[in-house]
Nanobody, 127 residues
Framework: QVQLVESGGGLVQAGGSLRLSCAVS????????MGWFRQPPGKEREFVAA????????SYANSAKGRFTISKDNGKNTVGLQMNDLQPEDAAIYYC????????????????????WGQGTQVTVAS
């Protein structure tokens, strides 16, 4: 089953913005903490941002703090990632992930803590 589907990636100039979206099946969304990860070319996957199942607690990687915002839309069962002031080092495949049966106020920053993943969306930043 396809449970998480990312969209919104593309090409942006340095300093520009993109908004990613992750469509999540209701069954997963209702009981999951959510996260965004990225994998730059030639590098390991890294944590970007997370939001608790409740939607009230968030966590960001230092590289994302102040520029990126994670959000949940309970009506649409989607998780967003607003990315501002994008830089070449932000270029990567961005993945949405779900931690099912999550504690309501917990956020997760390790990839191994998640059990469902999307296929990713490409973000390219031109300088």
């Amino acid at each position: 089953q396809v449970q998480l589907v990312e969209s919104g990636g593309g090409l942006v100039q340095a300093g520009g913005s993109l908004r990613l979206s992750c469509a999540v099946s209701r069954r997963i969304f209702s009981r999951s903490g959510m996260g965004w990860f990225r994998q730059p070319p030639g590098k390991e996957r890294e944590f970007v941002a997370a939001i608790s199942r409740s939607g009230t607690v968030t966590s960001y990687a230092n590289s994302a703090k102040g520029r990126f915002t994670i959000s949940k839309d309970n009506g649409k069962n989607t998780v967003g990632l607003q990315m501002n002031d994008l830089q070449p080092e932000d270029a990567a495949i961005y993945y949405c992930a779900a931690r099912t049966n999550a504690i309501a106020l917990s956020v997760y920053a390790e990839g191994q803590e998640y059990d469902s993943w999307g296929q990713g969306t490409q973000v390219t930043v031109a300088s």
